[in-house]
Every structure is written in structure tokens, then in C-alpha cells.
């Protein structure tokens, strides 16, 4: 799924993935583009005109779990998560959160919507945002989420930065 795979969740290594990601340039112009690891395919990131997704963490793969133990295992992805937020409040000050509702609706309308959140949508990352800006880094925004694309796909973090303001979609 991602290149983070096999990776073992450390909130110390997502929180400066995610400074660095914070630091790096952005694209200023063309089209969102999907990245992958030239050696397996598995997703690196994606840019667009103003913005960066990465995947900081990949859950095993949840294949065969089902019941108790797959609620088990969304919790421990929304936990880290949770660190990671709390880390990130006490940088940056209290989040708010970002529904990806109104994108999800628009997505399976086939509906317009701003190029952050439709390549959002493309890697299925449909997990609401915990958005922190604009004033995090020469007036940047900052958002993470925990997605899951199917049921037996593994649980994934990411990262969104952007230039653009990371507001909720009006209906």
C-alpha cells in the first residue's frame, strides 16, 4: 500500500517526518501527481499546486480480521494518531477538525471540488483531517488523519501540508 509498511509506529519519528515534510518545497504549479517507490510502486506521497500528502504510518494489513479484533486494531491506529495530535497541539496550539464528508459525497458525485481534497480522495484517505494553520510555518496549514480504504486494508497515516487554507467543503 505504502511505503511506510513494516514501519513500527514511533511518535517521534512521525512528528519530525512531519516537520520535515512542513520545511519542504511545494509544488507551484501542474497537476496533482501520485508518487511511488521506483522499486515496489508503493505510494510515497502526492503534490499538487500548493500542497504535499505523505503516508507517515501503515497498520499490518487486516486481512482475515474481523469482530473484536478489527476494532482493536482501528483503535490502536486512532491512539497513535491521538499522539501525534497532542504532540502537535502542545507545538502549535488546539487543532480543529475538517470533515471529509462533504469531499466524499462530491467524489462519488463525480462533483468539483478543490485539487487537495479531490487527491485526497483519489488514495482513499476519506479520514477527517486535524488541521492546524495557517501560521504553523510561513503560514502554512497542517493536517493528519488515519484512512482506511477497504476492510481488509491496512490502517494508514498521513500528512497534508499546504499554502492553501485546509477548510471544511461547503455542501
Known sequence: MTSRAGEVFDTGRTVSDIESLLTSAL??????????????????????????????????ALTGVYGAE????????????????????????????????VPLFRNQAGEPMPALFHSLCEMD??????????????????????????????MIMTAVVSQLPIIELSV
Open 27 to 60: 509544488p507551484t504549479g501542474g497537476l496533482p501527481a501520485s508518487e511511488g517507490d521506483p522499486a515496489t510502486g508503493e505510494w510515497t506521497g502526492t503534490r499538487g499546486e500548493g500542497f504535499r500528502i505523505a503516508p507517515l504510518w501503515e497498520s499490518e
Open 70 to 101: 478489527w476494532n482493536e486494531a482501528e483503535e490502536a491506529a486512532e491512539a497513535n494518531l491521538a499522539l501525534v495530535v497532542r504532540e502537535l497541539d502542545q507545538r502549535w496550539g488546539a487543532h480543529r477538525t475538517v470533515s471529509m464528508r
Open 125 to 154: 484517505c476519506y479520514g477527517d483531517l486535524t488541521v492546524w494553520g495557517p501560521t504553523v510555518v510561513d503560514g502554512r496549514w497542517v493536517a493528519v488523519s488515519v484512512n482506511q480504504c477497504d476492510g481488509d486494508a491496512p
